[in-house]
């Protein structure tokens, strides 16, 4: 992004040089013009009328060419009004015109057309083309006949690669660094640069979506799904949604990855309508954790039955979708409570302890050390500083090769069909 920028400020730059130098040649004819008009005034004033020269004065129109960066804003035309004629001169004597009248509407953009035929999304060098509007040409033909003619000079637009360029072997960002380890663009085709920089061939996962490259390094197909064959993690949040879950969600969607969240019905409102969705939208699973965190082993069947189906109208209401797993609060669940919950219960065999220690380094060095493949991780999305520890864990467990799944797809994936009142902790391979 700041290569970009940088690019960006020099090319502003560069158009904002351009912009002083018309204004300089501007001022220049400004005086060319007080210079000839004085000797102009000469004659007249001797011979009491302005004797008009033979050859119509010539004008050109012409825009300079502009470069910018895919997907900026298009950059404003630069454009110069050159003449070469005597500006006093009339060219339109019914209606009292005289050159620099027309010179002045020029300048002001008015009497012609700019176009070119990109969006700037994609890099290349289009044409822009300029032409005089309908009522310039139509004054061209009937007013100022004889007495000025104008001509359009086109340019070319360059649109720059976001990422940078190749140089031989190279593909180099706009400070010159080599591109590595990250997706880019050319000219419409995805390619994924390795560790080296080189374009990489064949199939490549990441998180969750498999990506296929040809021989040449292109993008041809891009599919999610888990592969039974390489490890995976489950993450499951407790307690929340909050104020940190859209950096969860923010995370997992950068990694392409999936995590349950255990929601409490006190929390589940309006507020968090969108967050919800989006867990939705992004694979996300969602849970119920009770409406109001109690020990579901001291309540009857009716009170159990009403914390879990408040929940669950709450979840549904807002996201569209039913949960599909429940955790019990505190992890603490008897046959009774097994009974009456009427979806499978979730727990988990890798404890952060994120609620007690609240500290960034140790949480994410807990994941790190204890996390292997088949585990449920248990970690609490109202805590900050769990959020930052997934922040960090999250793009390093993926890099170590794991797929960052729901608790359903990795029951799935381990051949395990979840039960309603059922216990499940992990699920490890056979
Ligand atoms: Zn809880």
């Known amino acids: 992004m700041e290569d970009v920028q940088k690019r960006r400020r020099s090319i502003e730059e560069r158009n904002r040089i351009k912009q002083k130098r018309r204004q300089a040649l501007i001022r220049k004819r400004r005086m060319r013009s007080l210079l000839l008009f004085i000797?102009?005034?000469?004659?007249?004033?001797?011979?009491?009328?302005?004797?008009?020269?033979?050859?119509?004065?010539?004008?050109?129109?012409?825009?300079?060419?502009?470069?910018?960066?895919?997907?900026?804003?298009?950059?404003?035309?630069?454009?110069?009004?050159?003449?070469?004629?005597?500006?006093?001169?009339?060219?339109?004597?019914?209606?009292?015109?005289?050159?620099?009248?027309?010179?002045?509407?020029?300048?002001n953009g008015n009497g012609y057309n700019i176009y070119t035929e990109t969006d700037g999304t994609l890099e290349g060098d289009y044409d822009i083309k300029i032409s005089l509007d309908e009522s310039c040409q139509e004054s061209l033909l009937y007013h100022w006949l004889g007495n000025v003619t104008i001509c359009c000079e086109g340019a070319v637009l360059h649109v720059e690669n976001k990422y940078g360029q190749w140089q031989e072997n190279?593909?180099?960002?706009?400070?010159?660094?080599?591109v590595k380890d990250q997706f880019i663009e050319v000219k419409g085709e995805t390619y994924y640069l390795d560790e080296q920089g080189k374009p990489f061939t064949g199939v490549m996962r990441l998180g969750l979506i498999q990506y296929t490259f040809d021989t040449e390094g292109v993008l041809i197909q891009e599919a999610e799904?888990?592969?039974?064959?390489?490890?995976?993690?489950?993450?499951?949040?407790?307690?929340?949604?909050?104020?940190?879950?859209?950096r969860v969600l923010d995370v997992l969607e950068a990694y392409n990855s999936h995590a349950t969240f255990f929601m409490v019905g006190s929390n589940v409102s309006e507020t968090y309508a969108s967050e919800l969705q989006r867990m939705v939208a992004l694979g996300c699973e969602l849970g119920n954790h009770t409406t109001n965190h109690p020990n579901?082993?001291?309540?009857?069947?009716?009170?159990?039955?009403?914390?879990?189906?408040?929940?669950?109208?709450?979840?549904?209401?807002?996201?569209?979708?039913?949960?599909?797993?429940?955790?019990?609060?505190?992890?603490?669940?008897?046959?009774?409570?097994?009974?009456?919950?009427?979806?499978?219960m979730v727990f988990w065999n890798v404890d952060t302890l994120d609620w007690k220690t609240k500290d960034v380094d140790q949480i994410v060095q807990h994941i790190l050390e204890n996390a292997a493949d088949g585990d449920i991780i248990l970690l609490h999305d109202i805590h900050e500083t769990s959020v930052e520890a997934l922040e960090i864990a999250i793009p390093l467990l993926v890099e170590q090769g794991y797929q960052l799944?729901?608790?359903?797809?990795?029951?799935?994936?381990?051949g395990v069909e979840l039960v309603d009142g059922g216990s499940y902790y992990s699920f490890p391979t056979t």
């Open 405 to 414: 799944v729901t608790v359903s797809e990795l029951a799935e994936a381990r």
């Open 296 to 344: 579901l082993n001291n309540l009857s069947a009716s009170q159990i039955s009403t914390e879990m189906e408040t929940t669950n109208r709450l979840i549904t209401e807002l996201a569209g979708q039913e949960p599909t797993v429940m955790r019990p609060p505190y992890g603490s669940a008897n046959s009774f409570v097994a009974e009456n919950v009427g979806l499978p």
């Open 170 to 178: 190279q593909f180099l960002d706009y400070d010159g660094n080599q």
């Open 225 to 246: 799904g888990i592969d039974p064959e390489q490890p995976m993690i489950a993450i499951t949040l407790d307690d929340g949604p909050g104020a940190y879950t859209d």
């Open 39 to 107: 000797i102009m005034m000469i004659p007249f004033i001797v011979t009491g009328e302005s004797k008009a020269s033979e050859k119509p004065e010539s004008i050109t129109i012409q825009v300079n060419d502009v470069y910018m960066i895919e997907d900026q804003e298009t950059p404003i035309f630069d454009v110069d009004i050159i003449c070469t004629g005597d500006d006093e001169r009339i060219i339109d004597s019914e209606n009292q015109v005289m050159l620099k009248n027309l010179i002045l509407e020029l300048e």
